[in-house]
């Protein structure tokens, strides 16, 4: 299966979500949050960084409960510009 490349906005907007789940998740482990998350340390590590830009929203939504964060306020402060 091929992929369709990802638009410049929305690689913008994987790394402003990678940005903000990093700064949640402040001085605790990788390990840790993704554990709580469900996840491996790697996929957190890959959405962070911004490699993984479009990752599911079940992902998503462990996430932002480990992090104490609303899913609400993750699409408030990733949603795109309007034009």
């Known amino acids: 299966m091929v992929r ?3 638009t410049p906005e929305e690689r913008e907007r994987g790394e402003q979500l ?3 789940l990093r700064a949640a998740r402040g001085g605790r482990s990788m390990t840790a949050v993704a554990a ?3 996840i491996s340390a790697e996929t957190l590590r890959k959405i962070e960084t911004g490699r993984a830009p479009t990752p599911a929203f079940f992902t998503v939504a462990a996430l ?3 992090l104490g964060l609303s899913m609400d306020e993750l699409v408030g402060r990733c949603a795109p510009l309007p034009a």
């Open 4 to 6: 369709t490349p990802l």
């Open 18 to 20: 990678g940005r903000l």
């Open 36 to 38: 709580e998350a469900g």
């Open 64 to 66: 932002a409960g480990a």
